[in-house]
C-alpha cells in the first residue's frame, strides 16, 4: 500500500493525496472519489508529506492504457500554475477537455496520399531554413519575420519533414479555426499524409481521435488552435507558431495563458525547437529578438509575387455611397469584378448596424443583462448581445421603455447588402456569427475560391492567413474605431491589421492593391503601414517605455465580478488595501468600473498591476489572492489575468 498524490481537474487546488494498493507510476490517469462524485486525475507523485488525523480514501479505479501524460507535460502544467497564479487543478481543467481526459484510447491511423508534393525553396527560404535545422536537437526560439507571402509555411514544411524523419512529432499551431481548412489541405499534399486538425469545433468524437492519434503516435503532426499545444505525446521535436502575434492565442478564461509563450516554455521543457513566424511580429517577441534571446531571420521580399500598393481615402472630403463605399473603392471594386478577379473587404463589425437608437428619448439600446449596445441582424430580424449572446424580437429602450428604434452604423450584413445592390452580384459573407461548423466553413471557402463568389466582406477573420491567388484587391472599411479603446496595444493592432489585410492581395503573379478609409489619413501609422513598417516598432517601443507598458514593464489586471456593484466595488477596494504594503515599484491603479461594466447581470471592476520587476509583480499577485481569500467572500469572483490582452 502507497500514498500518491493526484492532480484533479477542479477549480480550487486541484492536488489530493489517496491510497493504492498497486503501485503507480507519474502520468498515469485514475478515477478518485472527491466528496460525492468519481473523477479522472492524474498520479503525479509518491506523497511525502500526510497529515496527521485525516482519513486517506482509496483510488477507485486505475486505466488499462499505458502512462498518458507525460513528464514534460506535467511540468508545463505546473509552471503555468506557478507563473498565473492558478491553482495547478483550475490550470490541467483549462488547457485540456474533461471528456478527453476520461475517454478510451481511440488512435486512428493517418491516411496516405498519393504522392506528395515537392517544392524546391528559394535561395532566402533556404538559408533560413538551413540555419534554424543546424539547431535541431536542442532547446532553441527561432522567429522568421517575413513580409505576407514570402514563403514561411514552406519552411515549416521542410523542417517538419526533418523532425518526422527523425521519429519526432511536430506541433503546428494556427491562430484561428477558420484557418485550419486551408492550411491542413497545403500541408498535407506537401508532407504525403492527411495531416489531423485538432479543435473545438470538431465534434467530441473527432476530438478524441486526433487526441488519441497524436498521443499515441499513429499521427507524426498535429494542427490546430490553442488546445493543440496541449494534447500530450513523446518526442515532440518542433513547436511551430504561425502567426504569432494573433491576440487569439491569447486566452481570456482563468487560466489566462498566452500561447505563444507557453509553446516556448514548453520548448525549453522538452528541450526543442520552436519556431514563430509573422509578417508583424509582436512586440513582446521582436523585443526579445533584439535582446538576443530569440534567433531573427528576415524574409524581405515576396516569393513569386510583389507587394500590394497600399493608399488611403479621407473620408472626410468625400461623400459615400449609403455612407459605407468611398467611389473611389466603388470604381476599384467594380473594375477588379469586371476583370474576374476577386476582392476581400473587411469591416470590423457584425450584424446589420451595430447600434439602435430610441427613436422616443435618443438614448441607445442597451442589453438588459449586459452594458453594451445590443446589434441589429436585419436577416432574421432580431438583436443580439455579443456578450451574453441573448437575443431580442422586440429590444425595449432601458431607459425609458419605448418600443420604437432607430438603427445606426453598418456590419457585415449591411455592407454585403450594398454591395449586392451596387455590383448586381452575390457577395460571400464570412464572421463568426455564420460560421457554424467546419464543413460550413470549408465550403464557403472552397466557393470563393472556386469564383463563385468575386468579392468576400467579412471581420478580422479574412485578413488572418488565406491564400487566395484571384484576390487583387482588399479593403478596410473602419478601422478608426480601433483608435478609440482602452487598449495600449491599440496602434499595433490596427498596424497588424493593415499590413496583414494587404497580404491577402497580389499573392501571385497579379499585382495587387489596397485601400484603407479612414477620417484621419493623416495619422503616422498609415505612412508607417504603407511605406515604412520597420520604423513601426521604434515608434511604437517609445510609447510603450514612456509609460511603462510591454514589453518594457509587466502587467496583471485583477477583475472582480458580482451581481451587486457595492459589493464587488467593496471587494475591490479591500484587496487593494491589502496591496499597500508593496514597494513604490509598483503600481497599483483602480479599482475602476471595467469599460463593460456588466456582463450577465454581474458587475465589474478592475484593479491593474504594473510593475517593471516580474519577481515584484508576482509577489503582488500572490498578496492578492491571498488577501481575497481571506475575505471569505465566495460569491465575489477573482479573476487574475496576468499579462493581460483584453482590457474591456
Same mark, same amino acid.
Given at each position: 500500500?502507497?500514498?500518491?498524490?493526484?492532480?484533479?481537474?477542479?477549480?480550487?487546488?486541484?492536488?489530493?493525496?489517496?491510497?493504492?494498493?498497486?503501485?503507480?507510476?507519474?502520468?498515469?490517469?485514475?478515477?478518485?472519489?472527491?466528496? %460525492?462524485?468519481?473523477?479522472?486525475?492524474?498520479?503525479?507523485?509518491?506523497?511525502?508529506?500526510?497529515?496527521?488525523?485525516?482519513?486517506?480514501?482509496?483510488?477507485?479505479?486505475?486505466?488499462?492504457?499505458?502512462?498518458?501524460?507525460?513528464?514534460?507535460?506535467?511540468?508545463?502544467?505546473?509552471?503555468?500554475?506557478?507563473?498565473?497564479?492558478?491553482?495547478?487543478?483550475?490550470?490541467?481543467?483549462?488547457?485540456?477537455?474533461?471528456?478527453?481526459?476520461?475517454?478510451?484510447?481511440?488512435?486512428?491511423?493517418?491516411?496516405?496520399?498519393? /504522392?506528395?508534393?515537392?517544392?524546391?525553396?528559394?535561395?532566402?527560404?533556404?538559408?533560413?531554413?538551413?540555419?534554424?535545422?543546424?539547431?535541431?536537437?536542442?532547446?532553441?526560439?527561432?522567429?522568421?519575420?517575413?513580409?505576407?507571402?514570402?514563403?514561411?509555411?514552406?519552411?515549416?514544411?521542410?523542417?517538419?519533414?526533418? /523532425?518526422?524523419?527523425?521519429?519526432?512529432?511536430?506541433?503546428?499551431?494556427?491562430?484561428?479555426?477558420?484557418?485550419?481548412?486551408?492550411?491542413?489541405?497545403?500541408?498535407?499534399?506537401?508532407?504525403?499524409?492527411?495531416?489531423? %486538425?485538432?479543435?473545438?469545433?470538431?465534434?467530441?468524437?473527432?476530438?478524441?481521435?486526433?487526441?488519441?492519434?497524436?498521443?499515441?503516435?499513429?499521427?507524426?503532426?498535429?494542427?490546430?488552435?490553442?488546445?493543440?499545444?496541449?494534447?500530450?505525446?513523446?518526442?515532440?521535436?518542433?513547436?511551430?507558431?504561425?502567426?504569432?502575434?494573433?491576440?487569439?492565442?491569447?486566452?481570456?478564461?482563468?487560466?489566462?495563458?498566452?500561447?505563444?509563450? +507557453?509553446?516556448?516554455?514548453?520548448?525549453?521543457?522538452?528541450?526543442?525547437?520552436?519556431?514563430?513566424?509573422?509578417?508583424?511580429?509582436?512586440?513582446?517577441?521582436?523585443?526579445?529578438?533584439?535582446?538576443?534571446?530569440?534567433?531573427?531571420?528576415?524574409?524581405?521580399?515576396?516569393?513569386?509575387?510583389?507587394?500590394?500598393?497600399?493608399?488611403?481615402?479621407?473620408?472626410?472630403?468625400?461623400?459615400?455611397?449609403?455612407?459605407?463605399?468611398?467611389?473611389?473603392?466603388?470604381?476599384?471594386?467594380? /473594375?477588379?469584378?469586371?476583370?474576374?478577379?476577386?476582392?476581400?473587404?473587411?469591416?470590423?463589425?457584425?450584424?446589420?448596424?451595430?447600434?439602435?437608437?430610441?427613436?422616443?428619448?435618443?438614448?441607445?439600446?442597451?442589453?438588459?443583462?449586459?452594458?453594451?449596445?445590443?446589434?441589429?441582424?436585419?436577416?432574421?430580424?432580431?438583436?443580439?448581445?455579443?456578450?451574453?449572446?441573448?437575443?431580442?424580437?422586440?429590444?425595449?429602450?432601458?431607459?425609458?421603455?419605448?418600443?420604437?428604434?432607430?438603427?445606426?452604423?453598418?456590419?457585415?450584413?449591411?455592407?454585403?447588402?450594398?454591395?449586392?445592390?451596387?455590383?448586381?452580384?452575390?457577395?460571400?459573407?464570412?464572421?463568426?456569427?455564420?460560421?457554424?461548423?467546419?464543413?460550413?466553413?470549408?465550403?464557403?471557402?472552397?466557393?470563393?475560391?472556386?469564383?463563385?463568389?468575386?468579392?468576400?466582406?467579412?471581420?478580422?477573420?479574412?485578413?488572418?492567413?488565406?491564400?487566395?491567388?484571384?484576390?487583387?484587391?482588399?479593403?478596410?472599411?473602419?478601422?478608426?474605431?480601433?483608435?478609440?479603446?482602452?487598449?495600449?496595444?491599440?496602434?499595433?493592432?490596427?498596424?497588424?491589421?493593415?499590413?496583414?489585410?494587404?497580404?491577402?492581395?497580389?499573392?501571385?503573379?497579379?499585382?495587387?492593391?489596397?485601400?484603407?478609409?479612414?477620417?484621419?489619413?493623416? +495619422?503616422?501609422?498609415?505612412? +508607417?503601414?504603407?511605406?515604412?513598417?520597420?520604423?513601426?516598432?521604434?515608434?511604437?517601443?517609445?510609447?510603450?517605455? /514612456?509609460?511603462?507598458?510591454?514589453?518594457?514593464?509587466?502587467?496583471?489586471?485583477?477583475?472582480?465580478?458580482?451581481?451587486?456593484?457595492?459589493?464587488?466595488?467593496?471587494?475591490?477596494?479591500?484587496?487593494?488595501?491589502?496591496?499597500?504594503?508593496?514597494?513604490?515599484?509598483?503600481?497599483?491603479?483602480?479599482?475602476?468600473?471595467?469599460?463593460?461594466?456588466?456582463?450577465?447581470?454581474?458587475?465589474?471592476?478592475?484593479?491593474?498591476?504594473?510593475?517593471?520587476?516580474?519577481?515584484?509583480?508576482?509577489?503582488?499577485?500572490?498578496?492578492?489572492?491571498?488577501?481575497?481569500?481571506?475575505?471569505?467572500?465566495?460569491?465575489?469572483?477573482?479573476?487574475?489575468?496576468?499579462?493581460?490582452?483584453?482590457?474591456?
Amino acid at each position: 500500500m502507497a500514498y500518491y498524490d493526484i492532480l484533479l481537474p477542479v477549480p480550487a487546488g486541484g492536488v489530493y493525496t489517496y491510497i493504492s494498493h498497486t503501485p503507480l507510476s507519474r502520468g498515469q490517469r485514475v478515477r478518485v472519489p472527491l466528496a %460525492s462524485r468519481i473523477l479522472t486525475g492524474v498520479v503525479l507523485n509518491e506523497a511525502k508529506e500526510l497529515k496527521d488525523g485525516v482519513k486517506y480514501r482509496e483510488i477507485a479505479e486505475t486505466f488499462e492504457d499505458s502512462t498518458l501524460f507525460t513528464d514534460q507535460f506535467l511540468k508545463l502544467i505546473d509552471a503555468m500554475a506557478d507563473y498565473y497564479v492558478n491553482p495547478p487543478g483550475l490550470t490541467l481543467s483549462g488547457t485540456i477537455s474533461k471528456s478527453v481526459v476520461e475517454s478510451e484510447p481511440c488512435p486512428v491511423p493517418v491516411k496516405k496520399l498519393a /504522392a506528395a508534393e515537392n517544392l524546391r525553396l528559394n535561395p532566402d527560404q533556404q538559408a533560413v531554413y538551413e540555419s534554424i535545422a543546424a539547431d535541431h536537437g536542442k532547446f532553441s526560439v527561432h522567429l522568421i519575420h517575413g513580409v505576407t507571402g514570402s514563403g514561411k509555411t514552406e519552411i515549416y514544411i521542410e523542417l517538419a519533414k526533418d /523532425a518526422i524523419a527523425a521519429g519526432q512529432k511536430v506541433i503546428y499551431l494556427v491562430p484561428e479555426i477558420s484557418l485550419t481548412p486551408q492550411m491542413v489541405e497545403r500541408i498535407s499534399n506537401r508532407l504525403g499524409f492527411e495531416v489531423p %486538425s485538432y479543435h473545438s469545433r470538431h465534434t467530441p468524437k473527432k476530438r478524441k481521435e486526433v487526441f488519441w492519434s497524436f498521443a499515441k503516435g499513429e499521427a507524426p503532426v498535429l494542427i490546430g488552435a490553442r488546445s493543440a499545444l496541449f494534447v500530450p505525446a513523446e518526442n515532440i521535436g518542433l513547436i511551430i507558431v504561425d502567426e504569432e502575434h494573433e491576440q487569439s492565442y491569447k486566452q481570456e478564461e482563468a487560466p489566462s495563458y498566452q500561447l505563444r509563450d +507557453m509553446a516556448v516554455l514548453y520548448g525549453s521543457i522538452l528541450g526543442t525547437t520552436v519556431v514563430l513566424g509573422s509578417a508583424t511580429p509582436s512586440l513582446e517577441t521582436m523585443h526579445n529578438a533584439r535582446a538576443g534571446k530569440y534567433r531573427l531571420h528576415r524574409l524581405l521580399t515576396r516569393h513569386a509575387a510583389c507587394m500590394p500598393a497600399m493608399q488611403t481615402v479621407d473620408m472626410k472630403s468625400c461623400d459615400p455611397i449609403d455612407h459605407i463605399i468611398s467611389e473611389r473603392l466603388y470604381d476599384e471594386l467594380s /473594375a477588379t469584378v469586371q476583370r474576374g478577379e476577386q476582392a476581400i473587404l473587411l469591416i470590423n463589425r457584425k450584424g446589420y448596424s451595430h447600434t439602435l437608437y430610441c427613436e422616443k428619448c435618443g438614448k441607445t439600446i442597451h442589453c438588459p443583462n449586459c452594458s453594451v449596445a445590443l446589434t441589429w441582424y436585419k436577416s432574421r430580424n432580431v438583436t443580439k448581445c455579443h456578450y451574453c449572446a441573448s437575443e431580442y424580437r422586440t429590444p425595449h429602450c432601458t431607459h425609458c421603455g419605448s418600443t420604437l428604434t432607430r438603427d445606426y452604423g453598418a456590419g457585415t450584413e449591411r455592407v454585403a447588402e450594398v454591395l449586392e445592390q451596387l455590383l448586381g452580384i452575390p457577395v460571400l459573407k464570412l464572421d463568426t456569427d455564420n460560421v457554424t461548423s467546419q464543413s460550413k466553413l470549408s465550403k464557403m471557402l472552397d466557393d470563393f475560391r472556386d469564383g463563385k463568389f468575386k468579392v468576400l466582406v467579412g471581420t478580422q477573420l479574412v485578413a488572418k492567413g488565406l491564400h487566395f491567388p484571384n484576390v487583387t484587391l482588399s479593403a478596410v472599411l473602419n478601422l478608426d474605431n480601433m483608435f478609440s479603446l482602452p487598449d495600449f496595444r491599440a496602434h499595433e493592432r490596427a498596424f497588424q491589421l493593415l499590413v496583414q489585410l494587404s497580404g491577402r492581395s497580389g499573392r501571385c503573379e497579379k499585382e495587387g492593391k489596397v485601400i484603407i478609409q479612414t477620417y484621419s489619413p493623416e +495619422m503616422e501609422i498609415f505612412d +508607417m503601414a504603407m511605406n515604412r513598417p520597420d520604423d513601426f516598432y521604434e515608434f511604437e517601443m517609445q510609447r510603450r517605455e /514612456a509609460f511603462g507598458y510591454p514589453p518594457v514593464g509587466k502587467l496583471c489586471r485583477l477583475v472582480f465580478s458580482h451581481s451587486r456593484e457595492e459589493t464587488v466595488h467593496e471587494t475591490a477596494q479591500e484587496v487593494k488595501r491589502a496591496l499597500a504594503s508593496m514597494p513604490s515599484a509598483l503600481k497599483v491603479m483602480g479599482p475602476t468600473q471595467a469599460p463593460v461594466y456588466k456582463i450577465r447581470n454581474k458587475y465589474r471592476y478592475s484593479i491593474l498591476l504594473k510593475s517593471p520587476d516580474a519577481a515584484l509583480l508576482k509577489r503582488a499577485i500572490h498578496l492578492a489572492v491571498t488577501s481575497f481569500n481571506k475575505l471569505g467572500k465566495t460569491a465575489v469572483i477573482m479573476k487574475v489575468d496576468r499579462d493581460p490582452y483584453f482590457f474591456m
